[in-house]
Structures are given as C-alpha cells and as structure tokens.
C-alpha cells in the first residue's frame, strides 16, 4: 500500500471533524453538570453578570465559554461546547504530522478520535482537559511544520487551558530527553566502533556540527523567535484577561503551575486499578496493534515508534503513580496508544488477491466463536456461582478461547502462515473493535445515566432534571413565574446544585435563617426539626457514584456485559413554605 499518498485527503479529515463533531454534541446538554464541570461554569457565568470572581487555574474554558454564555445564554449545552469543539478539532492533529506517520496512518488516525471513547467523554465534559490537549498538540505540530504564529497563539491558549497543560508537557519533556540521550548514546557507539574515518567523513562530521540544528534554528533566528513571541503574548493576554474584562485570569494561569505540582500530594480517590482497567474495556485493538507496532519499531530501528513508545510508558506512569489521578490524565497516553496503532493497522490492510478469501473465512469464524463466547459469559450473570452450570459456562469460555488458537493453527497448516496471521489478527481485533464502539456510544451517555462509564465524573446528579421541575412548578404555582421564588442552599456543598438553579434567586448559607422565612431552602438529609412545622419537604437523589473501588467480581461481571454497577452517594431535600401550595390558599 502506498503510504505516501491518498485521494480527496482534505475532505477525509471534513468528514472524520463532522462525524466527531456530531459524536460530541449530539444530546450535550441532557445530563446535568457535575459539581466539577458546574465550579467553572458559575465562574464563567459570574463574569457574565459583570462580577470579578475568582477564577480557577484554566482561564481558557471560563473565558470562551464566558463568551458564548454573552452570545446565546447560559444552558448546560453552552457549557460544555468549548470542549466539544476543541474534542472535534484535534481530528486534524494528524494532518499536521504526515509527513512523520504517512498519510494514510494519518487520515486512520483521524477517524479513530473522532470516535476514541475516552477522547469523547473529556469533549463532552465541561473544563475537562480535552482543551489543553488540543491546544498543546496544536503547537507541536504547527511548530513541526515551521509555522510559528499559529504555534505561538495554540501555546498561549495551552498555558491557559490549566494544569493538564503541565502534566503534557512533562511528559513529553522527559520523552525528549530519553530519546536525546539514546541517539548521543548511538552517535558516540558508532564514533567507538570506526575509529579510522577518513578524512572527508570528519570534515562532513565537523561541517555539520558548525551548522545550527533544527531544534536550535529558532534560538538562532531573530525573526523565528519574533513569530512565536509576539501571537503568543498577544493571545495570553487577551484570552488570558478577556480583553481585560477579568484580568484575574493572568494570575490564575500563572497559578496553574504551582497548582499541578501542589496536586501530587492530593490523593483523587481514583485507583490505579481503575485506569488500567480501563485501558482493557475501552482500548483493547489500541493494545493490541500498538504492542506489534512497538515490537516492530524496536526491531526495524524506527525512530517514530522508538519515540511514542517512551512518551506512552511516561504517561501511563504519571498516571499511575501520581496520587492525584484523574481519569482526564489518561488523554495523554492515549494519542501516542491509538498513533502507534493506526502506524501499525497499515501493514495488515495488504492482503493478497488469492488469499482473500481464507482471510475473510478464518475472520468470520473467529468473529462468531467470541460472540458464543460474549453471550456465554453474559450468561453468568444469571448463573449461580459456584454451581455445575457455572463451571460449565466458565469451561465453555475458556473452550472458545482455545478453538480460536486451534483454528489458526490449523489455517497456518493447511493454507500459509500469512493467512492464519492477517485472519487471526483481524477476527480478534474487529471483535474488540465492537467493544470500543460500544465505549464510544456509553461515552456519549447515549445509554441513559443509569449505565454508568469508568470515563465520567463522579457524582452525577441524578434527580437532578426533577429537582428543578419540581422548584420551576412550586414557583410557577405561588407566583406565575417559573423562577420568581428565591432558593436557599443550606448546609449543601454543590456547585452542581448552585448551578440548577441559577435561573432561581440563589443564596447560599451554612444555615437556614428562620426570621427571613424563605420559599424554597435546600437542606441535606438530616432531620430538620425546625421546617419541619411550617414547611413540606421531598428528597431527592442527588450526586450518584458507581462503586467502583468496592465492586466485587459479580459486579464488574455485570457491568461490563450489562454496565450495570451499584452506586452511592447522597441526597437532598426541597422544602417549601406551606403557603405556596394550592391547597394551603383554597378559600375557606
């Protein structure tokens, strides 16, 4: 296959941006933010309202999503598309590295973020690090072509995007250094093992040293250095103050660096186990093709896989042992995963005329011997364990498993190794590749709230659509305006809750002031002796969160086939003030 070139390229990428951006906004605002997309989003809508607030360390989201709140009103839909363009956008990173990974990896590499699941679940979440990925990568690539205004103004908009900015670039820095210090490793083996060049191979060598390298040209060019500087001081301090309507935003970027390393000693909550875990439910032909590739790339000397290789390992690690670890964190391994993959998927599309056809059989039979082995495992959700049946159903698994390895085996046999090999590769990947997509669909909540993914926030509001309805009602009731009567959080800690009902006269208070009597108050789900009297209260479910770290085998059982989980968490009540219902005001 030729990999150098490619028809109609540019409206392949079109395509693969129209079918991200669908994937990312399709139903965007149907679930309630979370108390950590809701932090930024008040601050964005504060601005908004003319108030200075104090902002959190990623001014790039709150200021543009500022914006689009002045354009076209705040909405939950509206707080969450700057991340789901710039999600859609980082399509066409890939265009700006091909000539490194070849075009057609590169246009393959396109389509598989547009529906990479956990690519898709940061693009649909408000202030997530989608942005800081976007923007960083932007600068790279712009910066790889020598393009140098747009790599100065994507730097500045990735100094503004907050800590994730940080933890990219660190792993992309030590990834650097690795592979400097194993190219000098090589250049001085090679001086070692040819002592006696000749004359003309030491003047090349001493020519070549005197030139300035590639990597130095920009230290050397004034006019270079002109052209990053100068888009990048002007975006950083636009963006960064909103034209100077918050120019707290400076000092919030600036403190985003001090705020990554601060984190390192925090603990999230999140566990190793669940991020590798997740790597094997929504990744696995990433695993799969980027563990050939790597094997590959090793063996043949390739400099690219020798260098996306490193920077996935020092991104896994940083996710991995870093106490503070966000699910957010594991964007950075996947770009260089799903790159090593599309680089390796190439070499498995040249299938021979004459063997297509025991390549599409060995593929079909392999597709229909995981799917009896998928509903046989399904099936133990509804077995016994331990009992015979169970025992049976595991041994039938396991069965399947080994009539896979015994089918290619007998292919390779009995029509040629390179048969047995592209069949086997992809009946299993294609298989897996189901997985992913259903990844993709759960990751863009198309399944409901109920059917809880490893990629969302914690804390879901799930009553959280009720909630509201049932406040919008009391106030329509009592007054005739939806969002006339005044709304008193007590006791509650919930910018999610905060941000419901911000169409709402909203005061928030540790307590509840008895001598202001007010309409509507919003308490936990401790008793509360002293509405109790004058007040009707309804609970509701609030922040809901799978349990994940003390989910049994039953359990993960359950939710990878059925993504079903037990969750916890906690609930609130609504209390109105008697006289606001209808039948408190009936006439006697």
Not at 33 to 47: C, M
Not at 415 to 442: N, Q
Not at 562 to 582: E, K
């Amino acid at each position: 296959m030729n990999l150098a070139r490619i028809k109609n390229e540019g409206w392949l990428y079109t395509l693969a941006f129209l079918l991200a951006l669908s994937l990312r906004t399709i139903q965007l605002g149907a679930f309630p933010l979370t108390d950590a997309e809701a932090a930024p989003a008040l601050q964005a809508l504060k601005i908004v309202m003319g108030s200075r607030p104090e902002l959190g360390p990623q001014p790039a989201y709150i200021h543009l999503t500022a914006l689009l709140f002045f354009i076209f009103g705040s909405s939950n839909f509206m707080a969450r598309l700057v991340p789901a363009l710039a999600g859609s956008a980082l399509v066409f990173v890939p265009y700006l590295f091909r000539e490194q990974i070849k075009p057609v990896p590169a246009v393959l590499l396109a389509f598989i973020f547009a529906i990479e699941p956990g690519l898709l679940a940061l693009s649909r979440q408000a202030a997530s690090s989608i942005l800081a990925i976007t923007c960083l990568l932007f600068t790279w690539g712009f910066w790889n072509q020598k393009r140098f205004g747009p790599a100065g103004f994507f730097a500045a908009l990735a100094a503004l995007s907050g800590p994730a900015s940080w933890a990219g670039l660190l792993g992309i820095g030590i990834t650097w250094a690795i592979r400097e210090g194993i190219e000098s490793r090589r250049d001085k083996d090679a001086e070692a093992s040819d002592p006696d060049r000749d004359q003309f191979s030491q003047e090349d060598s001493a020519q070549k040293n005197s030139k300035p390298s590639e990597r130095g040209l920009w230290f050397a060019d004034p006019h270079s250095r002109t052209a990053v500087l100068v888009p990048f001081f002007l975006t950083f301090i636009t963006a960064g103050s909103l034209f100077f309507f918050s120019p707290n935003g400076l000092s919030a970027a600036l403190a985003s660096v001090p705020e990554y390393f601060l984190s390192w000693g925090r603990f999230s909550g999140v566990q190793p186990g669940r991020v590798l875990a997740s790597l094997l439910i929504y990744q696995p032909p990433a695993l799969l093709f980027a563990g050939l590739a790597i094997w590959r790339g090793w063996r043949e000397g390739s400099r690219l896989a020798i260098s996306l290789s490193p920077w996935m390992l020092i991104a896994m690690l940083l996710v991995v042992f870093l106490p503070f670890r966000q699910m957010g964190d594991l964007g950075w391994v996947l770009i260089p995963l799903w790159t090593l993959a599309a680089m390796e998927m190439i070499h498995y599309m040249e299938i021979l005329p004459e063997e297509r056809r025991e390549v599409a059989g060995l593929v079909l039979l392999i597709f229909l011997i995981l799917v009896f082995a998928w509903f046989d495992l399904a099936g133990l959700n509804w077995t016994p364990i331990p009992t015979p049946m169970a025992s049976l159903r595991i041994w039938l698994f396991f069965g399947s498993l080994f009539l896979i390895v015994l089918s290619i085996l007998l292919v390779a046999l009995g029509w040629s190794s390179s048969t047995a090999r592209l069949g086997g590769i992809w009946g299993v990947s294609l298989t897996l590749g189901l997985f992913t997509i259903a990844g993709t669909l759960g990751a863009a909540g198309l399944r409901g709230i109920n059917n809880p993914e490893l990629w969302w926030l914690n804390g879901q509001p799930a009553q959280g659509s009720l909630l509201i309805e049932t406040a919008d009602d009391l106030s329509e009731w009592s007054t005739g305006d939806d969002h006339a009567l005044a709304v008193v959080i007590a006791g509650v800690d919930s910018p999610a809750l905060e941000w419901a009902l911000r169409k709402h006269p909203v005061s928030v208070a540790d307590t509840v002031d008895m001598s202001s009597s007010p309409p509507l108050v919003i308490t936990g789900l401790e008793a509360n002796p002293s509405l109790a009297d004058s007040y009707r209260g309804q609970d509701f479910t609030w922040r809901q969160t799978p349990a994940w770290d003390s989910a049994q085998f039953s359990d993960w059982l359950r939710w990878i086939t059925l993504r079903q989980m037990p969750t916890g968490g906690d609930s609130v009540i609504l209390w109105a003030r008697n006289d606001l219902f209808l039948d408190a005001k009936a006439i006697p």
